[in-house]
């Protein structure tokens, strides 16, 4: 289903391409679009999670550089049986986390600075079991994708703009084919948004859930990331919009509702289907632990006398073992 969903999403975004180009310069033009838009395809299959990450300048981190960021990722990973994904750092004071990667022996997940100072240990396994669950259901391939060839389409719109307009002769619909190349844009945004469905933001928070059992630490994560987002500008992911639907929270602005443009669901909605399942699985709140942040970001500790699977105590006591021994 991912498969078939990835192969009509890039015909989709192709057509679009080729579409541009026979607007700015005839059947050569739609040629020339659909070579380029093959060529990137290619790319981005191989390519396209690097970019994401160099984006964001994500900073690759290890068992000495962040040992209890990455020993949240590595027993969760065993947890869902995933192999290992690469774990990187975002220095941004936005509270956020994406995964990346065509495939799971290839995944990266990444998590801001702001959502490691922020949140509980807890709360951060809920989170990167969320990304882990994109991993484990092949989301990363279609998610990734679509960031890097979107973007492509919307620079190619403002290209067909700007040269549709001042070489009408190269062009059979000369101003009126600039103005509809330039329209391009934000219809590829909603194709974006209409092609991943909502429902992935569901199901990873449901099986993220699964994987580090504490339903109710993820909705606590999603609330307090969704406040902070709204107040806390991410200056890399408005300057790149088409990587807003790789984010746990739309990172953007402006996107607060369940509508049918939407690229996540409202947050209200997904923290009720937590807490859902949280009464179904019989849980109760643990938040816990700390987490040190690599590279001298400084320390955030939990709050203190609670306990949760990382066991132990937020004043950072060992007295108390979780799920994870």
Known sequence: MNMMRTALLLAALTAIFMGVGYLVGGMGGMMIAFLIAAAMNIFSYWNSDKMVLSMYGAREVDERSAPEYYGIVKRLAARAGLPMPRVF??????????????NPQNAAVAASTGLLRTLSADEIAGVMAHELAHVKHHDTLTMTITATIAGAVSMLANFAFFFGGHRDERSPFGAIGAIAAALLAPIAAMLVQMAISRTREYSADRTGAEICGEPRALASALAKIAGAAG?????AAEANPATAHLFIINPLSGQRMDNLFSTHPATENRIAALMELDRQMGGTPTYSGRVDLPGGFGTRRAPSGTRGPWGGSGNGASSGRGPWG
């Open 89 to 102: 750092v975002i220095d941004s004071p936005q509270p956020n986390a994406f995964a990346t990667g065509r």
């Open 231 to 235: 107040h806390i500008p991410n200056e």
